[in-house]
């Protein structure tokens, strides 16, 4: 069983961005933790970053084909992406919104998801963590 584990913009450069917000963990630490967590509960993590929205599109397509489930971190584009909201419907696995930081916490622009209405869930807050507990999640709502 395979989830995909799909980061959208700039979160190549967590560890250096903005610290204090994000924490100093890269994107290769969570990788390797999403991993080892997917291991535990059953699953083969294909975890991907990618600056490009139409790339995420083409992803979402594509775990409609390959995948049981699908943890997201849209970054920036989950406040502005249609697109992104028209591939989670499209496609017939469940999709899990995840944020590092608390979203609601912060900048009245990041208080909007276009993507929540069209995922199952969604887990922010929890700094590197929410990844691991959208697999958790992914977990309970596959069984
Ligand atoms: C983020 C929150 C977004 O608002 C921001 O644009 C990001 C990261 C998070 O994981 O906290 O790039 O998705």
Same mark, same amino acid.
């Given at each position: 069983?395979?989830?995909?584990?799909?980061?959208?913009?700039?979160?190549?450069?967590?560890?250096?961005?903005?610290?204090?917000?994000?924490?100093?963990?890269?994107?290769?630490?969570?990788?390797?933790?999403?991993?080892?967590?997917?291991?535990?509960?059953?699953?083969?993590?294909?975890?991907?970053?990618?600056?490009?929205?139409?790339?995420?599109?083409?992803?979402?397509?594509?775990?409609?084909?390959?995948? =049981?489930? =699908?943890?997201?971190?849209?970054?920036?584009?989950?406040?502005?992406?249609?697109?992104?909201?028209?591939?989670?419907?499209?496609?017939?696995?469940?999709?899990?919104? =995840?944020?590092?930081?608390?979203?609601?916490?912060?900048?009245?622009?990041?208080?909007?998801?276009?993507?929540?209405?069209?995922?199952?869930?969604?887990?922010?807050?929890?700094?590197?963590?929410?990844?691991?507990?959208?697999?958790?999640?992914?977990?309970?709502?596959?069984?």
């Amino acid at each position: 069983k395979t989830i995909f584990v799909l980061n959208g913009p700039n979160l190549n450069a967590l560890g250096k961005r903005e610290p204090g917000i994000y924490g100093g963990k890269t994107l290769a630490d969570i990788e390797a933790d999403c991993i080892a967590a997917g291991l535990e509960l059953g699953f083969t993590v294909d975890f991907r970053q990618t600056n490009h929205e139409g790339m995420l599109v083409d992803w979402l397509h594509e775990a409609g084909e390959k995948a =049981v489930g =699908v943890a997201i971190n849209a970054g920036a584009y989950t406040h502005t992406s249609i697109a992104l909201h028209d591939a989670i419907r499209a496609i017939g696995v469940p999709v899990v919104e =995840v944020h590092i930081s608390n979203v609601h916490a912060r900048e009245e622009f990041r208080h909007t998801s276009m993507i929540a209405p069209a995922a199952k869930g969604v887990i922010c807050g929890f700094g590197p963590h929410s990844y691991i507990l959208a697999l958790h999640a992914l977990k309970n709502i596959t069984q």
